[in-house]
């Protein structure tokens, strides 16, 4: 896979106007991620406006609901045309299995050549495992779990994990290419660690076994996105 390929730039933070302008100022950009909060201030049509342009678009709401909604959900975001969406592997085997037929059932309402391929979201990056421990009084150690949720979403036909830096041996010594692990958590050398916990440079996360690497403010935030973009290709074209 080209460097460019496992790059996905998270459009966070920014209004619709914003993300449009950056990712025009990047000319090798394949994929972005469009998560909850432009999502939710733009609504369906950024998708639309970013696959107009060319761009692959990772669909980030992490759905997590009863069954039944999850299939709902699924089929209506699957519709829009994104090539990978999530769903949190805690909604358990029914929400997953649910899930993936929605999305099924949306694409081929929609006309699309084939649908989506779901994600399920482990432990999100931002936990550590006292927090969980504390919080959520989760009793197994977070490395234990992660490979349960795991488990749960591959043995339900998910195609994929979201998980941390840190998970990504465990996980790809359990699930083999072609499942998909796309991680978070992604800092170069010298940036910022900000809100996440668990975090690797691009070249360690891929020689670790992520398929794919979502990396937002060092690129977003940068002076010069397109700049800081060809610094992480590079980076991964040394491997």
């Known amino acids: 896979m080209e460097p460019a390929d496992r790059i996905i730039v998270a459009l966070d933070g920014m209004g619709v106007e914003r993300a449009l302008a950056m990712v025009d100022t990047i000319p090798d950009l394949r994929w972005v991620k469009v998560g909850l909060e432009l999502f939710s201030a733009v609504g369906p049509a950024v998708v639309a406006q970013l696959r107009q342009r060319g761009l692959r678009v990772f669909l980030d709401l992490k759905f997590h609901d009863i069954p039944a909604t999850m299939a709902g959900a699924c089929r209506s975001a699957a519709a829009l045309g994104a090539e990978l969406m999530t769903v949190h592997a805690c909604a358990g085997s029914a929400g997953l299995q649910q899930a993936l037929a929605g999305a099924a059932a949306g694409a081929e309402q929609a006309g699309l050549s084939e649908p989506p391929q779901l994600l399920a979201v482990t432990v999100l990056?931002?936990?550590?495992?006292?927090?969980?421990?504390?919080?959520?009084?989760?009793?197994?150690?977070?490395?234990?779990?992660?490979?349960?949720?795991?488990?749960?979403?591959?043995?339900?036909?998910?195609?994929?994990?979201?998980?941390?830096?840190?998970?990504?041996?465990?996980?790809?010594?359990?699930?083999?290419?072609?499942?998909?692990?796309?991680?978070?958590?992604?800092?170069?050398?010298?940036?910022?660690?900000?809100?996440?916990?668990?975090?690797?440079?691009?070249?360690?996360?891929?020689?670790?076994?992520?398929?794919?690497?979502?990396?937002?403010?060092?690129?977003?935030?940068?002076?010069?996105?397109?700049?800081?973009?060809?610094?992480?290709?590079?980076?991964?074209?040394?491997?």
């Open 125 to 239: 990056t931002s936990w550590d495992e006292a927090r969980l421990q504390q919080q959520l009084l989760l009793g197994l150690p977070l490395p234990v779990y992660v490979r349960h949720l795991a488990a749960l979403a591959a043995d339900a036909g998910i195609g994929g994990c979201v998980c941390s830096p840190q998970e990504l041996p465990a996980l790809r010594a359990c699930y083999p290419e072609p499942f998909a692990l796309v991680t978070p958590g992604i800092r170069p050398a010298a940036a910022a660690v900000d809100d996440q916990a668990r975090v690797m440079t691009p070249s360690e996360a891929v020689q670790a076994g992520a398929s794919r690497l979502v990396i937002g403010r060092p690129i977003t935030t940068a002076v010069e996105p397109a700049a800081a973009f060809a610094r992480c290709c590079a980076e991964l074209g040394s491997l």
